[in-house]
């Protein structure tokens, strides 16, 4: 049995996060880098850290310049740190990466130029095609998030809509050699999906960008419909010699982090079970079929062991309501109220970016008193659940967790623990 059962959640997650870090993920692959003349570039929630990461660790001549979302930042000496807005794009990332763009022009053809991608450079690293505005950018964007859509939908999206994403940047760095440094916040950890695929050849196409506007039927203007459907869009394919100098490693990712959690969770006499780490869908489906799942879980459980589930992914919310609240509180309240304050069950959900969504909390913690003292304090969790305000639910109840920026970033992370006492 687990004494504290919240504090044993936070370590699990804590420990998700702190596996994934780039100063923990980083170094490993720097020695190879040495007598080396580099150029470094980047975006992403984590990209400041890696730049961090990188300055330590290498002690040879290095210039270059990230983007990373505001609060994001990390004190470098020879990188400059610039930081723009996530999840939508504004004029300072556009300005940003403009610079980006211009350095690799004035780069010697003996520079290594190194590439630090995370998750959240689709929005920071963003400059549009030359036909399409800022403006209409964004607000296809905005549709696309609050749509439901998935990162791989999203993101192919905003690869044909950009000068620089979906492998456009590295016709910037063409013929230069390259290498890419990638911590993934995608299932699959495809580099083509990774912050949008700068520096991979991107095997989606203008006919697939068709097909999801049209899933999800909101309006684009006619000139990006047009230039969709004649491949004016189209982005650089497997196969193009421009990634012929180029390397991509994916130096972090969410399996290695959720096995990192189980290692810990094992250490403390707790039972780990994975059940994967590539869950995604709608938040309220993914709390029923978790919550099925320990329930059949604690069926065989005949030698009444305590044992922790673990998942990762990225679920998703369909935005309906006026509320406040992101993808992972969304999973936390439907869970609760999918387990109706079953005994010892205990469970966090939260976004390993330390945002979820777009509020200031992670994500949220839930017990087998959670619906109780909603009740006592006069709330209602399906009402909550269905003006998507899980975040003013747990703000009320003090289940907020909050850890500010973490500085990377590897999907979210899910934790149920069954908390079986012996006696």
């Known amino acids: 049995m687990i004494d504290n059962p919240r504090k044993f959640l936070i370590d699990l997650f804590s420990r998700a996060v702190l596996v994934s870090s780039a ?3 980083l170094p490993p692959y720097i020695a190879a880098l040495q007598d080396r003349r580099i150029h470094a570039i980047g975006a992403g929630k984590a990209a400041a850290a890696m730049a961090r990461a990188l300055e330590d660790h290498f002690p040879g001549e290095l210039t270059g310049s990230v983007i990373t979302r505001y609060g994001h930042s990390v004190e470098c000496s020879r990188i400059d740190v610039i930081e723009a ?3 939508l794009p504004d004029e300072q990332g556009m300005t940003a990466a403009r610079q980006i763009v211009s350095s690799l022009a004035q780069i010697d053809s003996d520079v290594l130029v190194v590439c630090l991608i995370s998750g959240g450079a689709s929005a920071l690293l963003t400059l549009p095609h030359n036909s399409i505005s800022l403006d209409d950018k964004k607000k296809i964007t905005q549709n696309l998030l609050l749509s439901g859509a998935d990162i791989n939908e999203i993101n192919t999206v905003r690869k044909h809509l950009s000068a620089i994403k979906g492998g456009r940047l590295m016709q910037m760095i063409y013929p230069a050699n390259s290498i ?5 916040d995608v299932i699959g950890d495809d580099p083509s999906t990774i912050g949008s695929g700068p520096t991979a050849p991107d095997p989606t196409t203008c006919h697939d960008v068709l097909q999801i506007l049209k899933k999800f039927d909101f309006a684009v203007p006619n000139e990006v419909t047009e230039k969709l459907k004649t491949g004016e869009l189209e982005t650089p394919k497997p196969g193009d010699p421009i990634f ?8 972090a990712r969410p399996q290695t982090a959720i096995t990192a959690s189980a290692q810990l969770a094992i250490s403390r006499n707790c039972e780990a079970i994975i059940i994967g780490d590539s869950i995604a869908g709608d ?3 993914a709390a029923k079929y978790h919550a099925d799942i320990v329930r059949q879980r604690m069926k065989e459980n005949t030698d009444h062991n305590t044992f922790v589930m673990l998942s990762g992914g990225e679920t998703t919310v369909t935005v309906t309501g ?6 992972n509180s969304q999973f936390a309240l439907a869970l609760a109220i999918e387990l109706q304050e079953e005994a010892s069950i205990y469970a966090i959900a939260c976004d390993t970016d330390g945002i ?6 992670a994500g949220a913690v839930i017990d087998p008193t959670s619906l109780r003292r909603a009740k006592d304090a006069g709330l209602d969790p399906h009402q909550y659940l269905a003006n998507n305000d899980s975040y003013g639910f747990f703000s009320l109840l003090g289940d907020l967790v ?3 920026p973490t500085l990377t970033n590897i999907n979210d992370f899910r934790a149920i623990l069954v908390n079986v006492n012996p006696n």
């Open 23 to 25: 100063q923990h993920c």
């Open 85 to 87: 807005s996530h999840p």
């Open 180 to 184: 890419t440094f990638s911590i993934s």
């Open 244 to 251: 012929a100098h180029a390397r991509t490693e994916v130096i």
């Open 283 to 285: 938040s309220n489906l």
């Open 322 to 327: 006026s509320g406040r609240g992101g993808p």
């Open 356 to 361: 979820d969504g777009t509020e200031t909390n």
């Open 402 to 404: 909050e850890t500010g």
